[in-house]
């Protein structure tokens, strides 16, 4: 299974929640799969998360990175491969905290707070 490590933000989440899965745009994939390895991927596609959100509102302006397994590397990704969800804990977070996890499960109160 591939790792994949996808920059989203609240509006765009909120927006593919209502589709077949998440947009794959500018995935970020982890070299190996050592907690390094992912962690620095995960902070890659959440400074990638930064410049989509740098515009938006007050309340939408947080780091949303959608983390997914696939079977490939490439091509659509279903919300059935989605492992879990990150996203900044404030708006405008610093390029440096650390992302909070939501479960699969709870993206649609994630979705439905915003």
Known sequence: MTRRYL?????????DWAADGPRVVDAVLAPDDGEESEYGALM???D???ELVAGLPD????RVVVVAETSAAD???????VVA???DTE?????DDDLAWWATQEIGDLVASQ
């Open 91 to 95: 708006d405008d977070a610093d390029a």
């Open 75 to 81: 091509g659509a990704v279903r919300w059935r491969d």
């Open 59 to 62: 309340g939408k302006r947080r």
């Open 85 to 87: 969800v990150h996203v």
């Open 48 to 50: 990638a998360s930064a």
């Open 7 to 15: 920059p989203s933000s609240l509006p765009r989440l909120a927006e």
């Open 44 to 46: 890659t596609a959440a």
